[in-house]
C-alpha cells in the first residue's frame, strides 16, 4: 500500500508513450486522454480500438485500475496485471512515483497493455470521479478495480493519538476505499456488458490487532465491512467483490517489521517477510476468475509471521 495523505491539485490522466502511442495530458472534472497515434492503414478509431484488442482477434483487452500503484503492493500487482495481459491504470498521489511505476513496467511492443497514469488523491471526490471519468475516456470500460490506497499512520500509544492522525487514516483507508469502490460501481453498473469485480486490500490487521495501531485496525475492520456490503449490492448487476487479507509482504510499510517491531507481550521482534510478488500473483488469479466464481476473501502472508496465536 501507499500513502496518500496529501492534499493536491485536481487528477490527470497522462497516458505512458510506448510504440505506436504519444502522451498527453488531461484535466478534472472530466480528463479527456488523446487518442494514440494512428498505424498504418488505420484511422486514430480503428487505432484506438485495436490497440486494446489482443494478437489475433480475440477479446478485447480487460482493464484495471489499481490504486496506491507508485510503491509496494500496487506496484507489484499492477506490473502482474499487466504481464497477464490487463490495461492499468495507475492512481496514486505522487505522479513521479506512478511514472516510474509505469517505467518499470518496459512497454516497448504496438501490442503491449496500455498503461495509464492518473495522479489522484483517494480522499478526494472530484479526483476520484476525474480518475474514473479518464478510465471510461480512454478505455470505454472497467473490469478490475484494485482497492489499495492506504496508510498504516502513526504507531503511538492510543491516549496520544491526536484526532487528525486518526481522521488521516481514515479518510484515505476507509473513505478513500468507499470513494473508489463508489465509483467504480457506478462505471461497471452502467457499462455494457454490465459487471466488473472489485478487489479490497484489507490485511492481518482486519482480523488481529497490533500494539499502538488503533486507527489502521478499526479501518480494516470497516473494509470487511465494505467488501461484504459490495458483494450484496453488487449481485444485480454483476458485480463481484473480494478481500486480500496480507501479512508482511516486504513493502516500504512494513520495513519496520525487519529491524524489529513491538509484539502483543510488549517485546519488540524482528518479523519474518515475503515478497510482494507472491501477492500479486493471488490479486491476479482472483481478478481473472469469471464473474460467476468469487474469492470472497483470502489470507496471504509471511509463512511463519505471527499471526496464528498472535496475542
Known amino acids: ?31 479527456t486522454l488523446p487518442a494514440p497515434a494512428t498505424r498504418g492503414g488505420q484511422t486514430p478509431q480503428t487505432a484506438a480500438a485495436a490497440q486494446e484488442a489482443r494478437e489475433g482477434g480475440a477479446a478485447p483487452r480487460k482493464v484495471a485500475v489499481v490504486t ?17 495481459n490487463w490495461s492499468v491504470a ?11 511505476t509505469a517505467r518499470l513496467t518496459d512497454l516497448t511492443e504496438p501490442t503491449s497493455p496500455a498503461v495509464v497514469t492518473v495522479p489522484t488523491d483517494v480522499t478526494r ?16 470500460r472497467l473490469d478490475l ?23 488521516a487514516v481514515v479518510e484515505v483507508n476507509l473513505t478513500g476505499a468507499f470513494l473508489c469502490a463508489q465509483a467504480a460501481f457506478r462505471t461497471m453498473q452502467e457499462q455494457e456488458p ?52 496480507i501479512g508482511n509482504a516486504a513493502t516500504e510499510m512494513t520495513g519496520r517489521m525487519q529491524t524489529g517491531t513491538l509484539q502483543a507481550n510488549g517485546q519488540t521482534a524482528v518479523e519474518p517477510v515475503m515478497d510482494a510478488a ?10 481473472e476468475l469469471p464473474l460467476e466464481a468469487n474469492v470472497q476473501f483470502a489470507t496471504v502472508m509471511a509463512t511463519t509471521m505471527p499471526y496464528i496465536g498472535r496475542g
Not at 1 to 14: D, E, I
Not at 71 to 82: D, E, F, N, T, W
Not at 149 to 156: E, L, Q
Open 278 to 287: 507472491d501477492v500479486a500473483r493471488t490479486v491476479v488469479h482472483m481478478a
Open 194 to 245: 454490465q459487471g466488473g469485480r472489485i478487489i479490497n486490500n484489507g490485511s492481518i490487521s482486519a482480523h488481529v490487532p497490533r500494539p499502538h495501531s488503533v486507527a489502521y485496525t478499526a479501518t480494516k475492520h470497516a473494509i470487511t465491512g465494505l467488501t461484504k456490503s459490495l458483494s450484496l449490492d453488487g449481485r444485480p448487476y454483476r458485480i463481484a467483490c473480494g478481500q486480500i487479507d
Open 90 to 100: 495507475l492512481a496514486g498521489r505522487r505522479a513521479e512515483a506512478l511514472a516510474e
Open 125 to 140: 471526490p472530484e479526483q476520484v470521479d476525474a480518475l474514473f471519468a479518464a478510465v471510461r475516456d480512454r478505455f470505454g
Open 145 to 167: 478495480l484494485f482497492n489499495n490506497a492506504g496508510t498504516f499512520g502513526r504507531a503511538v500509544p492510543l491516549t496520544e493519538l491526536s484526532y487528525d492522525d486518526w481522521r
Open 1 to 31: 500500500m501507499a500513502q496518500n495523505t496529501q492534499r493536491a491539485g485536481a487528477a490527470q490522466a497522462t497516458p505512458v508513450a510506448r510504440a505506436g502511442h504519444v502522451g498527453g495530458t488531461a484535466t478534472a472534472p472530466r480528463p
Open 68 to 84: 496506491g500503484a507508485g510503491s509496494g503492493i500496487g506496484r507489484a500487482v499492477a506490473q502482474a496485471l499487466i504481464r497477464a
